[in-house]
């Protein structure tokens, strides 16, 4: 078992900036690749950044590149949100799964076993 707990939503200011931060603890093999999630209302949960705690390699969606950085390891994850927009306006969430293939992609939340709570970031002026 993994528990994930996230923390740093805030409400912040367009073009503000933001840290969220992921404790994660159980299982280390359970956290072989973790990653940020984000859910709007309505709508399915989409990856917004993903890293490998065994190789380093991150990646990001589209929608965020440049402007979000993940870093840490497989205890504590952080995500660096740059340049906040209105449409950034979430709720984020941590996940994490074993080291395996892929079913549906690294973007697919049906491919990550563990998740948090969720931390709500409200962009707004």
């Known amino acids: 078992q993994v528990q994930l707990v996230e923390s740093g939503g805030t409400s912040v200011h367009p073009g503000g900036s933001l840290r969220l931060t992921c404790a994660a603890s159980?299982?280390?093999?359970?956290?072989?690749?973790m990653a940020w999630f984000r859910q709007f209302p309505g709508k399915e949960r989409e990856g917004v950044a993903g890293f490998s705690t065994a190789t380093g390699e991150k990646t990001y969606a589209d929608s965020v590149m440049g402007r979000f950085t993940i870093s840490g390891d497989n205890a504590i994850l952080y995500l660096q949100m740059n340049n906040l927009k209105a449409e950034d306006t979430a709720m984020y969430y941590c996940a994490s799964r074993p080291p395996r293939a892929w079913i549906r992609g690294r973007w697919s939340p049906d491919d990550y076993d563990y998740w948090g709570q969720g931390t709500q970031v409200t962009v707004s002026s």
């Open positions: 159980g299982d280390a093999y359970g956290r072989a690749n």
